[in-house]
Nanobody, 127 residues
Framework: VQLQAYGGGLVQAGGSLRLSCAAS????????MGWFRQTPGKEREFVAA????????YYADSVKGRFTGSRDNARNTVYLQMNSLESEDTAVYYC?????????????????????WGQGTQVTVSS
């Protein structure tokens, strides 16, 4: 599986961006998908997880109520709608695909739950 994230950019605080992640291969609907972010010198941080059907989502507390994850299995694409952006949201954002089943959707908050990673897309929020 190859993943390519795009849609990052520069936005003012309070603004919105929508990230997309396109996946290759015919089995996209068999993967749980996740979004993570990373800033220099820090570990990769969980942002959101989206179940295989897209019917369930799980978010980090820091983005809950502001970010929305979704997917379109017909288009092999997962999205992250980011609203009310804050300067603390500035980071490189990564999408990831997880094949292995987990006990709870929240288990997809761990980087170890994912098998494939895309390249990052930079999001910069100016205050």
């Amino acid at each position: 599986v190859q993943l390519q994230a795009y849609g990052g950019g520069l936005v003012q605080a309070g603004g919105s961006l929508r990230l997309s992640c396109a996946a290759s291969g015919p089995t996209f609907s068999s993967y749980a998908m996740g979004w993570f972010r990373q800033t220099p010198g820090k570990e990769r941080e969980f942002v959101a997880a989206i179940s295989r059907s897209g019917g369930r989502t799980y978010y980090a507390d820091s983005v809950k109520g502001r970010f929305t994850g979704s997917r379109d299995n017909a288009r092999n694409t997962v999205y992250l709608q980011m609203n009310s952006l804050e300067s603390e949201d500035t980071a490189v954002y990564y999408c990831a695909a997880g094949v292995r089943p987990v006990y709870r959707l929240s288990d997809y908050s761990l980087t170890s739950a994912y098998d494939y990673w895309g390249q990052g897309t930079q999001v910069t929020v100016s205050s």
